[in-house]
Structure formats: structure tokens, C-alpha cells
């Protein structure tokens, strides 16, 4: 059940808003006038969201390679980055 709070709790009750962010890891949606406005959540759990994105953009990317034929093989690859190491 998603935790719904008034804009006012924001300046109000801050501290338990934060404590709920980092306790449980979810959002806390604010409203305003009645109607949804944000959504505020603790650093680390916007970093793993954002981490998820960046993981799913990287597994398209590499999919869409294997679809278009854009690819290695895995010797070859680790052949190339060991001879850029040794340079």
C-alpha cells in the first residue's frame, strides 16, 4: 500500500517521512491540493533505481548487437584487452 502524505507533512513531520524512506527502501508520494505531485524517497534507493535503468539501457544495447550481428568472439575481446594492457 503506498504511503500517501500531504505537502504540509514534508515541513511538519520531515523526520518521519526520512525514517519511513530508509526503514522500508519505497517512496513516499506527496500531494497537493489533493492531487499527486512527488515522490521523495531515500538517496540509496533512487540510486538503485537509477542503476537498474542504466543495467536495462546496457543489456538493450547489447541484445540489439546480437540482433544486428554486431558482436565477437569472447577470445578475441580478451586478447584485445590484454594487449592494451600490456602496452
Known amino acids: 500500500m503506498p504511503n500517501i502524505r500531504p505537502s504540509s507533512d514534508l515541513r511538519n513531520k520531515y523526520s518521519e517521512i526520512s525514517d519511513f524512506c530508509h526503514k522500508y527502501s519505497e517512496p513516499v508520494y506527496i500531494t497537493k491540493n489533493g492531487q499527486g505531485d512527488l515522490a521523495v524517497m531515500s538517496i540509496e534507493t533512487y540510486e538503485k533505481i537509477i542503476g537498474r535503468f542504466e543495467l536495462y539501457k546496457l543489456l538493450d544495447e547489447g541484445l540489439e548487437d546480437i540482433k544486428n550481428n554486431k558482436v ?8 584485445n584487452v590484454e594487449r592494451r594492457i600490456s602496452e
Do not use: G, M, Q, T
Not at 72 to 79: L, N, R, V
Open 72 to 79: 565477437s568472439p569472447a577470445e578475441e575481446i580478451f586478447k
